[in-house]
């Protein structure tokens, strides 16, 4: 199919849409435990519960997230700028060898994440040069906090306009949102 665009426009396109940055996590079945950068996260549905990231298929990792596959999804806080780089690299040792990952196999977990989605691969599908990972949510863990965010090619935090209300689009407003 011919576009009359590059795909350097459609990265810049894409990138005009700020996101916030996860690093999603899961363990090889040789125990080696598993970490990736993503910002493609979305929430599909609450009920049931579900999620979706995306992976690239050329990723060493594609594989790996197979139907019932557990993996853990975790939102950086806005400081968590140096964890989003290093699970960003395409180096597979991400993790210290001597720590108790590589006998865990549950995913990893980090700490002081705004949030963390324990999940399990509900469905995976085609999507292009990616694969999108549908996870079925099987516990949270919350805190408080700014997100990093990316944007145009850059991180940054996003902070809520001084005075303005909380809107639930979900709860008690039947007809007002679409």
């Known amino acids: 199919m011919s576009t009359s665009f590059s795909q350097r426009e459609l990265r810049d396109a894409f990138g005009s849409f700020a996101t916030g940055v996860a690093v999603i996590t899961a363990v ?9 950068t993503a910002n493609s996260l979305t929430s599909v549905s609450l009920d049931p519960p579900l999620l979706l990231w ?6 060493s990792s594609a594989e790996l997230f197979a139907p019932d596959t557990p993996f853990a ?14 699970f960003a690299r395409k180096n ?3 993790f210290d060898v001597d720590r108790h990952w590589r006998a865990n196999p549950h995913p990893p977990h980090i700490a002081d994440v705004l949030c ?16 999108i990972v549908v996870g079925d949510v099987t516990g ?13 090619g ?12 909380r809107i639930d689009p979900w709860g008690g407003r039947e007809g007002e949102w679409m």
């Open 28 to 36: 090889r079945q040789d125990g080696e435990p598993i970490g990736i």
């Open 116 to 131: 963390r989605f324990d999940c399990r691969v509900h469905a995976r599908h085609a999507g292009g040069d990616h694969l």
């Open 92 to 94: 597979r040792a991400k």
């Open 154 to 165: 850059r991180f940054g935090a996003i902070e809520p306009e001084r005075g303005a209300v």
């Open 54 to 59: 995306c992976i690239a298929r050329t990723s």
């Open 140 to 152: 949270i863990t919350l805190q408080p906090g700014a997100p990093l965010t990316f944007h145009a």
């Open 73 to 86: 999804v975790h939102v950086l806080a806005h400081e968590q700028r140096d964890l989003a780089l290093h």
